[in-house]
């Protein structure tokens, strides 16, 4: 599989997959994409002292590092999970100007982000802790209601259709505590009435540049 780095409109990287045609990120900015989708309408509208956060498609590791640096600013305990099946290369991470775009102590915590032995839980900083989990989605057993917010973000249904099939959804639906929320960038009609027919309640919400709409889904209580 053959990677590299390119820059998207907001100044930040991202990494494209020119076999599946598909880039990491939207290439009308990758830092404001995630921003607008997994923090501000994400983890964000939870007013909660603690969180815990699953993220399919841990990736360049750009969530994870946003939502450490929303835990220590805002003093919020974050317990953040990352499943991923395909690590990037080292030398690619290395290339991502991503804390030079956010600035402050970023750098540090991007590096422990990336330095730290994969299937093991570790303290980022004060208020955030990772694990990131090697393996595909399709062998994880999540423990059931034990997430607070579900970060989506594997590659679209265009290119990778697998990762948007109901039996993945429901593992998603699974872990999740009750009025716990699933929040992605997609917002195509067969996904949504997937996520409604295994129990979710669907919400359109405005999408990130380049995107007219995205999804919030709520876990009934």
């Given at each position: 599989m053959e990677r590299k780095v390119q820059l998207t409109e907001d100044g930040s990287s991202t990494i494209y997959i020119s076999e599946m045609d598909e880039t990491y990120h939207s290439t009308h900015g990758a830092i404001q994409e995630a921003n607008h989708?997994?923090?501000?309408?994400g983890i964000e509208t939870l007013n909660q002292s603690s969180i815990a956060v699953f993220e399919m498609g841990f990736g360049t590791g750009l969530n994870a590092l946003l939502t450490s640096e929303f835990a220590n600013s805002n003093q919020v305990e974050v317990v953040y999970k990352g499943v991923e099946a395909f690590p990037i290369e080292e030398e690619l991470i290395k290339s991502l100007n991503y804390?030079?775009?956010?600035g402050g102590d970023s750098r540090k915590n991007f590096e422990l982000i990336h330095?730290?032995?994969?299937?093991?839980e570790q303290q980022i900083n004060t208020f955030f802790s990772l694990t990131k989990i090697h393996e595909k989605i399709e062998d994880f057993v999540p423990i059931p209601n034990s997430i607070d917010i579900v970060y989506y973000d594997a590659f679209g249904p265009r290119a990778q259709g697998e990762m948007w099939q109901k039996?993945?959804?429901e593992k998603m639906h699974r872990m999740l505590k009750?009025?716990?929320i699933f929040v992605t960038y997609c917002a195509m009609g067969q996904?949504?009435?997937d996520l409604k027919a295994i129990g979710f309640i669907v919400e359109g919400k405005p999408g990130p540049p380049g995107k007219r709409e995205m999804t919030v889904g709520i876990k009934g209580a």
């Open positions: 989708v997994f923090l501000k309408h804390a030079k775009e956010i330095s730290i032995d994969w299937n093991i039996c993945i959804l009750p009025n716990g996904f949504k009435r």
